[in-house]
């Protein structure tokens, strides 16, 4: 499955998240062929922009993908062979689920430039100080 330590290469913002929550009982049944299928067939993906994923000892786990718009993640949502791996994790993999979709509306980093994602704006996203 993906490395704890990737982290995704996003343009500069906006951009929008898919935020894959889930709990998973002990034992792999088919789980990792399938998350590494579907980490490659959405990668093919028209807006897809990247991913990463982490999961604990216990089999909690979140996988956050990155979409260049909510049309891209519809497409996503609505391929055929995700459709079976959605069905899959219903009926065996997951005792508990949830799917959260967000628009980023700014991210700041700490990482060499090199690995940022070339952007149209050219420009590094900044946070204004709060008051």
């Known amino acids: ?10 343009p ?8 894959f929550a ?4 002990h034992g792999d ?3 990792d062929q399938m998350a590494e299928r579907m980490v490659a067939l959405a990668s093919q993906m028209p ?3 990247g991913v990463e994923s982490v999961r604990d000892v216990d089999g909690f786990g979140i996988t956050v993908s ?8 519809r497409q996503w949502k609505a391929h055929a062979e995700h ?5 899959t994790g ?12 967000a628009k980023v509306e700014r991210d700041y980093c700490r990482m060499p430039e090199q690995l940022r994602q070339p952007s149209s704006s050219a420009k590094p996203t900044e946070i204004p100080p709060s008051t």
């Open 22 to 25: 889930s709990r998973r009982p």
């Open 90 to 101: 219903k009926a065996v993999w997951y005792t508990d689920y949830i799917v959260r979709i």
């Open 66 to 73: 990155y979409w260049e718009s909510e049309d891209a993640i």
């Open 1 to 10: 499955m993906i490395s704890a330590s990737s982290l995704a290469k996003t």
């Open 83 to 87: 459709q079976i791996a959605q069905r």
């Open 47 to 49: 807006g897809f922009l």
């Open 12 to 19: 500069s913002p906006p951009y929008y998240a898919v935020i």
């Open 29 to 31: 049944r088919g789980y």
